[in-house]
């Protein structure tokens, strides 16, 4: 048992390093293999090209906004930009950029490991608090964080938005650093990654509610209900003691909420936008300042003033929609994204880091210039509830789905655009295609937590009943 | 008698307006017609009418003019215009054989369809507003659609570029618009002899639509008198310029082909326009000089001029002028009558060669790149075979260089990256800061303003060639900012490229009579020259989808709003009394529907209580008998009410 528990993380380093030595290969290849210039890879926030260009407005004395080409934060400008323009002798161009690119990644997925191994931690906790553990010992807790880690790094999703140098991977280490904060307790880096995150891509705003509920309540766990049932019923085999009677009468009532921490939180949050403003305003302030700044980042994310194709929905919805409806639209696409955090919230309270991973994939489905960077992120989150999520419906015809439109959109746009043979609408069929099987996902992937959370209430029901 | 007092004061005061007016104008207002004629090299001969319209400086705020058209005066005064051209163009002027360094090609040849510039005298923060309302105002009087000019997407403000620098320059060019009669009509207008007499009566519109180029040309210029309470004074001129075909009989393919006024326009000219201050016509032969005699002050050489062993002219010159490099024969039409009309005609004995001076680099554009997503524009810049003899070389640093300036408007949906600017000279490529001495840049945005790239180059005089070649995106666009021909593509206006330090100009040997052509041609001008329209194919989004793709997003939002709510709904106590109460009331096609239903929504099937109490369905029986007979009831009444009436 030992042995194998230190096999495993030789195993797991092996192949993390083969997966980076993979990625080294690949972006040693010239002209990164065409990746950049995918849609489905760079977005018009995403593309390295747009940054570059905005470097080269910045350098010549204009704002890096003019011109409707960089759409991005002015610090990942001041980050990258240098790179863009520097090479080394005799290697291709944007290797440095490259190599920014594979550090993020390989640092994401050991802050996957991390979170990974806290909520494992806590998952066998609970079991064993809830008597499951010991009833099954067969029942073995997969090592999700190491599942988690390689899931990212081997995720065709992930490997091609590095090698096609689009700066998701960045925002991708920022949302995982945030979760990795709150899930480690550390709340400045928690309120760092959730501002970072929220400043390069806007979506993850939304996490703020999934990271204040970590930090006031804790990490995932069963609901509270179910302790109570257990304690209860233990209680009642051992004793009725007045004493007891009292920690059951005070045991009724919620679990605490850290409030401190979650005004520290909030706290951090505010000095850490206040830095982030700063450095903008400071790096901008001969080019229209913050408003610009604003205008250009958010407004062009809210607005989707850019038609061109992606592989989200809203492209061609916005090419298409008569003028007049065009603002009523996109009020409710955005809405949209916002109406659901509520009843998750509601009904997954218990589980914020699950919560956290349904709000990515929301996001990265309904986002206005989606790309594969965001599904890369959310699918390896998903893994990391292999052991909640293994009872989980449709999983094989999901993977057959993903697969089917990541290998058909290439082959949709060649025909449109390069070829001419097709039209708009066979690329946009492949997206609604996409938009469905992330749905499904989703909300299978809800579903299945859960009737995990449902069957974990049933199993403790009969345990009782065996027990008393 | 103050009756009569009274009746005169007003004739007098208007007496005394008169007179104030003959005296408040020290000149008055001038036209004159000129027409110059010149064989081209590849068997073209090339036709430029040039009529210029003088008002001179009054303080009658222009109102009252004897030639100068009103709607022109009007404008000028409205919009506060302080110079403009406007330019119709069909065809494409051909610098390898028609010159590309003669003022003539430097300020005739332009870009194809309609180009205007304009300066106007207004504050900065109204430059726009004017030229808004002046393309609005240009394109009423000239039956064109300048108004395209009017947004913001369209016009552009050249700093250097573009060889005038002002700030207060606005320039827009609509390559797509096709130029035909009803353009020349309103041109013609301003004329003061429209084309009833004079010169312009040669203006066959068949014969000059059937030409291998032709431009109509406005350029109007205001004269500031420099005298307090005097208005400015405004020069118009109008040029057209027509490259035709003679129609030639002889079979030998080098002999220049013989023509006449006739000929080419199928009319005759029957004296001047009487309102015209000079009205002559000017034949210009190139390559003409050298190896003629020096003298021309015995009547011998001077007829040797005209009629010789290469070619004679069927009338008589009036005077013959020697400029750089040709001749140049002057004739006035005033002495022709209707018995004995004006026919110039120029007949070939021999076969007869010659090359054009051409400017120092010769300019074409093209696209690179397949594919509807990205691409590149490329300008390609040739050295010439006579750039050795040209002057204005400049010696920098020791080096003798030749600057050219690039100026390139990019609509919008043509999004540039400027980073990706790359300069090749004769196939090597250099850093910015060798070749490039100035640049300026301002980038398009989307659907806002268009972007406009200027570039001054300093290249070696030894250069070959050089090349400049730029990365774009092609955007996408909204279905209604397609045009109806939307698969045709989109047009990128052409690139001006010209040569601040080389000037063209003849330098007519003797003193001229102010002849307003031969005097325009004596000004220094910018050499420069225009490149090829590019059509660039944008892809199109399918313009019969807009329901199909409305509905069908919206039911994607609904599938993932219905859902998810749905997942997030549902509990299991409530799930399984509704699969009990189902259970309950089923009959054998119900419970397998159920049961396929369960499979489909992925969860185990309730297996519905086997105790089915009888009475409970009997009662329910009995329900539905009542209802049928309710509803069969109703229907028996709506029969009867409805057969009543």
């Known amino acids: 048992?030992?042995?194998?528990?230190?096999?495993?993380?030789?195993?797991?380093?092996?192949?993390?390093?083969?997966?980076?030595?993979?990625?080294?290969?690949?972006?040693?290849?010239?002209?990164?293999?065409?990746?950049?210039?995918?849609?489905?890879?760079?977005?018009?926030?995403?593309?390295?090209?747009?940054?570059?260009?905005?470097?080269?407005?910045?350098?010549?004395?204009?704002?890096?906004?003019?011109?409707?080409?960089?759409?991005?934060?002015?610090?990942?400008?001041?980050?990258?930009?240098?790179?863009?323009?520097?090479?080394?002798?005799?290697?291709?161009?944007?290797?440095?950029?490259?190599?920014?690119?594979?550090?993020?990644?390989?640092?994401?997925?050991?802050?996957?490991?991390?979170?990974?191994?806290?909520?494992?931690?806590?998952?066998?906790?609970?079991?064993?608090?809830?008597?499951?553990?010991?009833?099954?010992?067969?029942?073995?807790?997969?090592?999700?964080?190491?599942?988690?880690?390689?899931?990212?790094?081997?995720?065709?999703?992930?490997?091609?938005?590095?090698?096609?140098?689009?700066?998701?991977?960045?925002?991708?280490?920022?949302?995982?650093?945030?979760?990795?904060?709150?899930?480690?307790?550390?709340?400045?880096?928690?309120?760092?990654?959730?501002?970072?995150?929220?400043?390069?891509?806007?979506?993850?705003?939304?996490?703020?509610?999934?990271?204040?509920?970590?930090?006031?309540?804790?990490?995932?766990?069963?609901?509270?209900?179910?302790?109570?049932?257990?304690?209860?019923?233990?209680?009642?085999?051992?004793?009725?003691?007045?004493?007891?009677?009292?920690?059951?009468?005070?045991?009724?009532?919620?679990?605490?909420?850290?409030?401190?921490?979650?005004?520290?939180?909030?706290?951090?949050v505010l000095l850490w936008s206040l830095y982030v403003l700063?450095?903008?305003?400071?790096?901008?302030n001969k080019y229209g300042g913050l408003e610009e700044m604003f205008k250009r980042t958010y407004g062009f994310i809210l607005s989707i003033e850019d038609l061109s194709p992606n592989i989200g929905v809203f492209w061609y919805f916005f090419a298409e929609v008569f003028d007049f409806f065009r603002n009523f639209f996109l009020i409710v696409f955005h809405v949209?994204?916002?109406?659901?955090?509520?009843?998750?919230?509601?009904?997954?309270?218990?589980?914020?880091?699950?919560?956290?991973?349904?709000?990515?994939?929301?996001?990265?489905?309904?986002?206005?210039?989606?790309?594969?960077?965001?599904?890369?992120?959310?699918?390896?989150?998903?893994?990391?509830?292999?052991?909640?999520?293994?009872?989980?419906?449709?999983?094989?015809?999901?993977?057959?789905?993903?697969?089917?439109?990541?290998?058909?959109?290439?082959?949709?746009?060649?025909?449109?655009?390069?070829?001419?043979?097709?039209?708009?609408?066979?690329?946009?069929?492949?997206?609604?295609?996409?938009?469905?099987?992330?749905?499904?996902?989703?909300?299978?992937?809800?579903?299945?937590?859960?009737?995990?959370?449902?069957?974990?209430?049933?199993?403790?029901?009969?345990?009782?009943?065996?027990?008393? | 008698m103050a009756s009569l007092v009274r009746s005169w004061i007003p004739l007098l005061i208007l007496q005394s307006f008169l007179v104030a007016v003959a005296f408040g104008s020290k000149e008055a207002e001038q036209f004159s017609e000129a027409l110059l004629l010149k064989p081209l090299p590849d068997r073209k001969v090339l036709a430029h009418f040039h009529f210029e319209n003088r008002a001179p400086p009054s303080n009658s705020h222009g109102r009252h003019h004897h030639l100068f058209p009103k709607a022109i005066s009007q404008l000028v005064q409205k919009f506060r215009v302080k110079e403009m051209e406007l330019s119709f163009t069909q065809g494409r002027w051909n610098h390898e054989h028609w010159g590309g360094f003669d003022p003539l090609s430097s300020m005739n040849a332009k870009p194809v369809g309609v180009e205007l510039w304009a300066v106007f005298d207004v504050p900065q923060s109204q430059v726009d507003t004017s030229w808004k309302n002046l393309t609005h105002a240009l394109s009423g009087l000239f039956c064109a659609s300048i108004n395209f000019l009017e947004s913001s997407t369209s016009y552009a403000a050249p700093t250097w570029g573009f060889g005038t620098n002002s700030d207060k320059l606005r320039y827009g060019s609509l390559p797509r618009e096709a130029v035909c009669t009803e353009n020349l009509t309103p041109w013609l207008k301003l004329l003061p002899c429209r084309d009833k007499d004079g010169i312009s009566a040669l203006m066959n519109r068949p014969s000059v639509y059937r030409g291998f180029y032709h431009s109509q040309r406005l350029h109007l210029s205001t004269v500031e008198s420099g005298q307090e309470g005097l208005g400015s004074g405004i020069v118009l001129e109008q040029t057209l310029t027509v490259v035709l075909q003679p129609e030639t009989t002889s079979v030998e393919t080098n002999m220049q082909p013989s023509w006449s006024l006739s000929s080419l326009f199928g009319r005759k000219v029957v004296g001047s326009c009487v309102l015209a201050k000079s009205s002559n016509v000017y034949l210009q032969l190139e390559g003409r000089l050298g190896h003629e005699s020096k003298n021309v002050d015995t009547e011998i050489e001077a007829h040797k001029l005209w009629k010789n062993a290469d070619f004679d002219l069927s009338l008589k010159p009036d005077r013959v002028l020697r400029e750089s490099s040709g001749l140049l024969f002057i004739f006035d039409i005033d002495k022709s009558s209707d018995s004995e009309p004006f026919d110039l005609g120029l007949n070939w004995k021999l076969p007869s060669k010659w090359s054009c001076q051409q400017a120092p680099l010769q300019a074409s554009r093209f696209l690179m790149g397949s594919g509807n997503e990205r691409g590149a524009i490329a300008i390609l810049l040739k050295a010439t075979e006579s750039q050795e003899k040209l002057p204005g070389r400049e010696l920098t640093d020791g080096r003798c260089t030749i600057k050219a300036n690039i100026f390139q408007i990019f609509p919008w949906y043509i999004k540039v990256y400027y980073h990706t600017l790359q300069i090749f000279?004769?196939?090597?490529?250099?850093?910015?800061?060798?070749?490039?001495?100035?640049?300026?840049?301002?980038?398009?945005?989307?659907?806002?303003?268009?972007?406009?790239?200027?570039?001054?180059?300093?290249?070696?005089?030894?250069?070959?060639?050089?090349?400049?070649?730029?990365?774009?995106?092609?955007?996408?666009?909204?279905?209604?900012?397609?045009?109806?021909?939307?698969?045709q593509g989109f047009d990128i206006p052409s690139a001006l490229i010209s040569f601040p330090s080389h000037h063209a100009s003849l330098d007519f040997q003797e003193e001229l009579s102010k002849s307003p052509l031969l005097s325009s041609f004596k000004e220094k001008s910018l050499v420069r020259s225009y490149t090829e329209v590019l059509?660039?194919?944008?892809?199109?989004?399918?313009?019969?989808?807009?329901?199909?793709?409305?509905t069908i997003t919206c039911t994607i939002f609904a599938l993932y709003f219905g859902s998810l709510l749905n997942v997030l709904r549902r509990r299991i106590g409530e799930e399984e009394r509704f699969l009990k109460s189902q259970g309950k009331k089923t009959g054998g096609v119900k419970q397998l529907l159920l049961r396929l239903t369960a499979k489909i929504r992925g969860r185990p099937i309730e297996a519905p209580s086997s105790e089915s109490p009888a009475a409970e369905s009997s009662f329910l029986s009995t329900k539905l008998i009542f209802k049928i007979i309710l509803i069969a009831g109703a229907a028996a009444a709506w029969q009867y009410f409805s057969t009543d009436k």
């Not at chain 1, 700063?278 to 901008?284: D, E, F, M, N």
């Not at chain 2, 301002?442 to 268009?450: A, C, F, I, N, R």
């Open chain 1, 1 to 268: 048992m030992a042995e194998e528990q230190n096999k495993k993380p030789c195993r797991f380093w092996i192949w993390a390093s083969a997966s980076v030595v993979f990625r080294l290969i690949l972006i040693s290849f010239p002209g990164n293999l065409n990746l950049s210039s995918r849609p489905e890879v760079s977005t018009p926030l995403t593309s390295i090209r747009r940054l570059a260009e905005g470097y080269w407005l910045k350098q010549a004395s204009m704002s890096p906004y003019a011109g409707s080409m960089y759409h991005g934060s002015p610090l990942l400008l001041s980050i990258l930009g240098p790179l863009t323009v520097q090479s080394i002798k005799g290697q291709p161009s944007h290797l440095l950029c490259s190599l920014v690119f594979v550090i993020a990644d390989i640092l994401s997925a050991m802050l996957l490991r991390g979170i990974g191994q806290k909520l494992q931690m806590a998952y066998g906790l609970n079991a064993r608090l809830l008597g499951f553990l010991k009833s099954s010992r067969d029942k073995v807790i997969l090592p999700c964080g190491d599942i988690a880690a390689l899931v990212y790094l081997w995720n065709p999703f992930t490997i091609v938005s590095c090698v096609g140098l689009s700066t998701s991977p960045i925002e991708n280490l920022a949302v995982v650093l945030a979760l990795f904060g709150a899930v480690t307790r550390r709340v400045p880096l928690a309120a760092f990654g959730f501002v970072m995150a929220t400043h390069l891509s806007l979506y993850p705003a939304t996490l703020a509610i999934p990271i204040i509920i970590i930090l006031g309540y804790g990490l995932d766990a069963p609901p509270i209900k179910l302790f109570l049932q257990t304690r209860s019923v233990e209680n009642e085999k051992s004793s009725t003691s007045t004493v007891s009677k009292q920690a059951k009468s005070k045991q009724t009532t919620h679990l605490p909420f850290l409030w401190k921490t979650v005004a520290h939180f909030l706290f951090w």
């Open chain 1, 278 to 284: 700063v450095l903008c305003a400071l790096s901008l």
């Open chain 1, 336 to 468: 949209n994204v916002l109406f659901m955090l509520l009843p998750l919230v509601i009904r997954l309270k218990h589980r914020p880091c699950f919560l956290a991973f349904v709000y990515l994939a929301i996001s990265s489905i309904l986002k206005s210039y989606p790309s594969v960077g965001d599904s890369a992120l959310y699918l390896s989150l998903w893994a990391l509830f292999v052991n909640e999520l293994i009872d989980m419906k449709f999983s094989f015809f999901l993977f057959c789905g993903y697969l089917g439109i990541s290998l058909l959109s290439p082959v949709m746009h060649n025909l449109w655009i390069w070829r001419g043979t097709g039209n708009a609408n066979f690329y946009f069929g492949n997206a609604i295609g996409y938009a469905c099987f992330q749905i499904v996902f989703v909300v299978e992937s809800v579903s299945a937590m859960l009737n995990h959370d449902r069957a974990l209430r049933r199993s403790s029901s009969n345990h009782g009943e065996v027990k008393s």
């Open chain 2, 425 to 487: 000279v004769d196939q090597q490529q250099k850093t910015d800061s060798e070749v490039l001495k100035k640049i300026n840049v301002s980038p398009s945005t989307d659907k806002v303003s268009s972007g406009m790239l200027e570039m001054m180059l300093e290249l070696p005089c030894e250069v070959k060639s050089a090349a400049i070649s730029i990365e774009y995106d092609k955007g996408f666009l909204h279905i209604d900012e397609y045009p109806p021909d939307a698969n």
């Open chain 2, 535 to 550: 059509l660039v194919p944008l892809t199109t989004p399918d313009f019969s989808m807009p329901y199909n793709v409305i």
